[in-house]
């Protein structure tokens, strides 16, 4: 569907168009009219569905309707789970603000990196973009005020929560007006998801977008057996053999993904870690040489593969299987392209199989295993 018909403002429509969108996705056709309305809103979608402009656009569609002095207080809380995620959303709040004549001010903060510059940055804001601890520190230094706050997005939900957020989240809702517009977002809806859903969406809009199968369907998935002791040389062998470059591998713990991009590096092959304990100078280091090919294998957890906004991989390695078959899907889905198909491959021990027989049995898909015994990892 177009944008035209969405309800947008004809400067938003123009800034959609800037960005080269042709059609709305469809949680943007749905959302994007709910929320315009004042609705509360359940959205059941992943990365890549779009989701970050269907709450956006109609945000800012709202704010350019409001007083010059309603304009300048802050008007809309975004909290995300990760540092990345909230440059990430900023940005796309960048991407339409620089094009329509309203003055908006949108600022993003998170830990790691010095408060005293992003308390002033708070002056005049009209859109913040938060992680739940920085915020509470800004909150408690009076940084910040949500008297005026008219609308609260979750956005990545579960992530935050299964990040031991819960506290923090609820500490934050109390501080809130009552009265406002609330948008929670989320890839899966777990119990804990449930609960806050119950607690703060009244009357919600839900909408349920399923994970893009087509592309799934044209990466090239494929496992070997190995046991533990045998999976590094194993990857390194993968790697060297079929001289891979720009690969992603996947852990499941930041120790692990130290561990796994040491002994590539010992092995004379290039590699950085990137998860939660780095700082964010290391990450963001790491992630503009891998995205320039300057790295040649990034070792990654679950948590910060959603920041890792590179459109295509070719190669994905599954060091180490996630948890839930979303994130799975989520992991592989960077790869897959109609003009060139990526790969991914999971190294998979016999701990893991009935595990990675579950993942397929949701995705409905069929991995192709190989044995790795016969192999000679010796010099890896
Ligand atoms: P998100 O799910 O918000 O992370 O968005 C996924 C990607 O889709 C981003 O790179 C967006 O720039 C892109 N995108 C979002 N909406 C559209 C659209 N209507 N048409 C084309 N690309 C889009």
Same mark, same amino acid.
């Given at each position: 569907m ?11 429509? =123009?800034?959609?168009? =800037? ?46 309707h ?7 207080a802050?008007? %809309? ?5 990760? $540092? ?19 003055? !908006? ?15 002033? *940055?708070? @002056? ?28 609260l997005v ?25 009265? @406002? ?6 890839? %899966? ?12 969406l009244?009357?919600?809009?839900? !909408? ?5 199968? /087509? ?10 057996f ?9 990857? $390194? ?32 092959? +290039? ?11 290391? $990450?963001? /280091? ?13 070792? *990654? %957890? /679950? ?5 890792i ?6 190669h994905? !390695? ?8 979303? +994130?799975?899907?989520?992991?592989i889905?960077? =790869? ?23 993942i397929?049995?949701?995705?409905? =898909?069929y ?5 790795? +015994? +016969? ?6």
């Amino acid at each position: 569907m177009s944008f035209k018909n969405l309800g947008l403002s004809a400067s938003l429509e =123009t800034a959609v168009q =800037t960005q080269g969108y042709e059609n709305a996705y469809p949680i943007q056709e749905k959302a994007i009219p709910a929320i315009i309305t004042g609705k509360d809103l359940l959205g059941i979608a992943q990365t890549g569905s779009g989701k970050t402009a269907s709450y956006v656009l109609p945000i800012l569609h709202r704010l350019q309707h409001l007083s010059e002095e309603e304009n300048r207080a802050l008007h %809309t809380l975004v909290l995300v789970p990760t $540092r990345e995620l909230a440059e990430q959303v900023r940005a796309v709040f960048q991407d339409y603000i620089v094009n329509i004549p309203e003055r !908006i001010k949108s600022v993003a903060v998170y830990g790691g990196v010095a408060i005293n510059p992003q308390m002033q *940055a708070l @002056r005049n804001v009209n859109v913040l973009i938060a992680t739940p601890g920085r915020l509470l520190e800004l909150q408690a230094s009076n940084a910040v005020s949500f008297k005026t706050l008219q609308t609260l997005v979750l956005d990545e939900a579960d992530k935050m929560l299964n990040l031991g957020f819960q506290e923090e989240m609820d500490r934050i809702f109390a501080l809130l007006p009552k009265k @406002r517009q609330n948008l929670l977002f989320s890839a %899966t809806l777990s119990e804990d998801v449930e609960r806050i859903n119950r607690l703060i969406l009244t009357n919600p809009e839900v !909408i349920k977008i399923e994970a893009k199968k /087509d592309t799934i369907e044209l990466i090239k998935q494929s496992g070997y057996f190995v046991s533990e002791e045998r999976k590094g040389p194993l990857l $390194r062998y993968i790697i060297k053999n079929n001289d891979l470059q720009q690969v992603l591998v996947f852990t499941s713990s930041s120790y692990k993904a130290d561990n796994v991009a040491d002994k590539l590096r010992k092995n004379g092959i +290039d590699a950085a870690a990137m998860h939660g304990k780095k700082s964010m100078k290391a $990450r963001k /280091d790491a992630l503009r040489k891998f995205r320039n090919g300057g790295l040649r294998v990034l070792v *990654a %957890t /679950d948590l910060l593969s959603r920041g890792i906004d590179i459109e295509f991989l070719p190669h994905v !390695i599954n060091y180490e299987l996630p948890r839930s078959p979303k +994130d799975y899907i989520h992991r592989i889905g960077r =790869t897959g392209r109609a003009e060139s198909p990526g790969d991914a491959i999971s190294l998979i021990t016999p701990e893991e199989l009935h595990h990675f027989k579950v993942i397929q049995k949701k995705m409905k =898909t069929y991995v192709e295993m190989e044995k790795s +015994d +016969d192999l000679e990892l010796g010099g890896f």
